[in-house]
């Protein structure tokens, strides 16, 4: 079995780090805050595929990405359950939405100034992607799951809480003017799904006072539907519907 297990074991990546990344690597620990015991970790959380395909290394920060998302989710959602004990799931849902999109992540990158240590392909820093709102989301995240694996959840969750839940204490009252429509169309964006398709597909009431029914489909599957005294509104109420049910539709 030990034979067998050698045979079959996936050899881990290179933990070493580049002699340019080591030149910056404590002014960029500074600025997070926190020090990494495994150093290769924070250069793949802030290396973009299109450098990784330029210089010929076989990672870039999409996979930490894809964990990044799960622990900020897992500590947003622990962070308002003990916080909020007197609302209901659907307001700590919309909380959490709101701490979690892409557009304030962006905005906590700025925050740190997390532009300028960003590794990217000549072709795209001359682009100007170095300050592209979705890479910028994208590296939050990824320097989410590089402190969970360097340090373990502990250290992760304390970083979410200072440099990101901290960084919008109004966020119960930004709920009051809060753009589902508009969340939505970016989370399809960030997924490279289709845009959201909104079509009234019911009007009741008087001519002077209808009431609309909307639906909206992403990819020819319909994800959602809402209510409301004009099309805005209603389409408001769907797109909040299709957040709230994103799992079922697009489960994994």
Known sequence: MRFLGKIFKKKEPVSGVSEAFTKNQSAIEKTLGYSFLKPHLLERALTHSSFASQNNMSYSYERLEFLGDAVLQLVVS???FKTHLHLNEGTLTKYRTILVNGSYLAECATRLDLGRWILLSDSSRRGGQRDNDSIMADVIESLIAAIYLDGGYEPAARWVKQHVIAG??????????????????????RLK???????VTKTTGPDHDPLYLIQVSIDATVVGFGEGRNKKEASQHASEDSLKNWDIHFPG
């Open 193 to 199: 799904m289709g845009n959201p398709v909104f079509e």
């Open 168 to 189: 919008k204490p109004d966020y119960p009252e930004e709920l009051q003017t809060f753009n589902f429509k508009g969340q939505l169309a970016e989370k399809c964006q």
């Open 78 to 80: 622990d962070y308002l």
